[in-house]
Nanobody, 115 residues
Framework: QVQLVESGGGSVRAGGSLRLSCHTSERTSIFSSMSWWRQAPGKEREVVAMSFVPGKTTYANFVKGRFTISRISAENKVSLEMTSLQPEDTAVYLC?????????WGRGTQVTVSS
């Protein structure tokens, strides 16, 4: 069973930065897509950023150039660098990986941005 473990969440003030990491129990190369999602209280889960093999990335419109998703194959992880954070970015951030063996989710890491 593939395991995904997120880390790097925390509390920051508006304008601050955080770097999230998602470590996988398998090589990242086996996943056709790896992505970050977020879910705020009372809201639906929404995609933040996606990384596709062999190198395409896509971002939600609300990211507006503030976030960067990266696969770091040597460390079996995908990261999300977040800058210029705003209170509306407050949510649980979850990692997703999909490939021939199925789709997998981590448990998430909390990001809280205060004004």
């Amino acid at each position: 069973q593939v395991q995904l473990v997120e880390s790097g969440g925390g509390s920051v003030r508006a304008g601050g930065s955080l770097r999230l990491s998602c470590h996988t129990s398998e090589r990242t190369s086996i996943f056709s897509s790896m992505s970050w999602w977020r879910q705020a209280p009372g809201k639906e889960r929404e995609v933040v950023a996606m990384s596709f093999v062999p190198g395409k990335t896509t971002y939600a419109n609300f990211v507006k150039g503030r976030f960067t998703i990266s696969r770091i194959s040597a460390e079996n992880k995908v990261s999300l660098e977040m800058t210029s954070l705003q209170p509306e970015d407050t949510a649980v951030y979850l990692c997703n990986a999909a490939g021939p063996s199925g789709e997998f989710w981590g448990r998430g890491t909390q990001v809280t941005v205060s004004s």
